[in-house]
């Protein structure tokens, strides 16, 4: 099933996101996990590439796996980075003709050692150029994007990243999907501007739970998504105690997705690192919508 059925037939979508591990341990742990996270009837699982574009074959290999082994729809990570159109139009036409039905379009991080992204020659710089390929050579496609509750890092302004979000969703973009964030209200403001510009695709909310807060503080720091002063106090004081770190996430992220689902958000995208603990225990505490 495609993003956009997805989401015209609920008035809530579950997802999971995972990323390709380096060994045949970390596949054989990530396959248990996805086997408990499956019986929470996600509607899909989406896998990311590696670190500037890497893993592109393993990306789809998994996502074969996901679809064959749990009967679960796909999505395949799908970036710029490193790439001319046309080895953006054959690896495309490689995953569609493996079956999968959903891309989530990114424009990819900037090369590690440098300033700001670079196209190479041949390339795309934008997100919105990388959906309007899918939609020119694969018009059947899902496609998701990237939305920035607290802007994106290399953003001059709230006000230019909204346009250009504007932009992935008129080049054919079925869902926004946004960066981990911790504070709802920023959610909020951001779901109340882009229902100005008249955006009406499903905006989905995505939730990172703290298991370990060293981990959690090097991706904010990346990423630009702040951590509540309350809750960073909280687990600073507990940072020689991982399983009470947990604890503190997991309760803290129990309560901003119960609050989500109650206003009405159209879904939760759960970035698990790979894990599983920690979103069984938050969705076995949810008061969920009922979807069909």
Not at 189 to 198: P, Q, Y
Request: glycine residues 8%; hydrophobic residues 40%; proline residues 4%.
């Amino acid at each position: 099933m495609r993003i956009k059925e997805i989401y015209a037939a609920k008035s809530f979508g579950l997802s999971f996101e995972i990323f390709p591990p380096k060994t045949e341990k970390g596949d054989q742990l990530l396959i248990d996990h996805l086997s408990r996270l499956a019986t929470h009837s996600p509607d899909f699982i989406s896998c990311t590439y590696g670190a500037g574009g890497t893993t592109q074959d393993r990306t789809i290999e998994l996502c074969e796996m996901i679809q064959s082994k749990f009967d679960l729809p796909a999505t395949a990570h799908f970036t710029c980075v490193g790439s001319t159109q046309e080895q953006l139009r054959d690896w495309l036409t490689k995953a569609n003709s493996r079956g999968i039905q959903n891309i989530m379009a990114l424009r990819g991080d900037a090369p590690a050692g440098t300033d700001s992204f670079e196209a190479v020659e041949g390339g795309l710089r934008y997100a919105n150029e990388l959906v309007s390929l899918i939609r020119e050579h694969h018009p059947g496609l899902g496609i998701g994007v990237a939305g920035y509750p607290e802007k994106h890092p290399e953003a001059p302004d709230a006000e230019t990243d909204l346009v250009n979000l504007v932009r992935k969703v008129d080049a054919g973009a079925d869902a926004i999907f946004t960066q981990l964030f911790f504070n709802n209200a920023n959610f909020f403001r951001f779901r109340d501007e882009i229902e100005k510009r008249n955006v009406s695709v499903p905006l989905v909310a995505g939730i990172m739970p703290i298991t370990e807060f060293a981990r959690i503080k090097r991706i904010t720091s990346m990423c630009g998504a702040v951590i509540p002063e309350e809750l960073a106090a909280k687990l600073e004081a507990v940072q020689d105690d991982q399983e009470a770190q947990f604890e503190i996430g997991v309760e803290f992220a129990i309560q901003q997705c119960q609050e989500l689902v109650d206003s009405g958000v159209r879904g939760i995208h759960f970035y698990v690192l790979n894990k599983s603990e920690a979103c069984e225990r938050i969705l076995d505490s949810l008061q969920l919508p009922q979807t069909v």
